[in-house]
């Protein structure tokens, strides 16, 4: 089945936003973690934290509303909702290693069977650094990847990370257009698959070893 860059980030946001609870303060990573904001229930009292120093980001500005001083981590202009506080770096950080924040949500090169994540770099490639990855994955009390299933050099999902990590056994969920995967003690748990996928689909395209219930979800929606 292909989809389009556009649904796939849809898909993988609008479910993990179905993980967020009333009342969390959540930490979304630059790039596709960022859409996630755009699929939380305005009923629903979720603070959004940006790294670089703003609690209360909302969904993603009309053109006309752009404000080009108040953007997320990766630069991009974003909203804010009422009670949204600005703050320094060090203040930011403070929350995220104090283990004040209740979720963060972060793409991924690699994710494998243990929980063990990569997302930072690439070994001869150049890059600024690893920024607040490392910060957030041991901070937060859950880590959610969210990630397009396969990357343009194949699988992500594996047995053993072979990048650099940046941190290991600490991701609880990852989410792809095709699935959701739980890291359990026993091992890494097939929880939903996309309905326009087959089982085949998944588990063809993922190295980790797979425990499989007899009735499997479909994805939420």
């Given at each position: ?158 047995k053993k990370c072979t990048l650099p990590l940046t941190a290991a056994h600490e991701v609880d969920l990852i989410v792809t257009e095709r699935c959701v995967l739980r ?39």
């Amino acid at each position: 089945m292909e989809l389009s860059k556009e649904q796939i980030r849809e898909i993988i946001a609008r479910r993990v936003a179905k993980e967020l609870h009333e009342g969390d303060y959540v930490t979304l990573g630059i790039g596709l973690p960022t859409e996630v904001a755009n699929y939380i229930p305005q009923s629903m009292h979720v603070m959004i934290q940006s790294e670089n120093g703003v609690i209360g980001v909302g969904p993603k500005p009309a053109p006309e509303n752009i404000n080009p001083k108040i953007t997320n981590a990766g630069g991009i202009p974003v909203t804010t909702k009422q009670g949204a506080v600005f703050f320094d770096s060090m203040t930011s950080f403070t929350m995220i290693r104090g283990g004040h924040i209740d979720a963060t949500v972060l793409g991924a090169l690699q994710v494998d069977q243990e929980g063990n994540i990569a997302n930072w770099m690439v070994p001869g490639v150049m890059v600024p650094g690893m920024g607040g990855a490392m910060d957030l994955v041991v901070g937060a009390k859950k880590v959610i990847v969210a990630m397009e299933h396969l990357s343009k050099n194949g699988v992500k999902i594996l047995k053993k990370c072979t990048l650099p990590l940046t941190a290991a056994h600490e991701v609880d969920l990852i989410v792809t257009e095709r699935c959701v995967l739980r890291v359990t003690e026993d091992g890494l748990v097939l929880e939903e698959i996309n309905p326009l996928f087959s089982l085949e689909d998944i588990t063809s395209t993922i190295e980790a070893d797979l425990i499989i219930p007899e009735h499997l979800q479909n994805i939420a929606a």
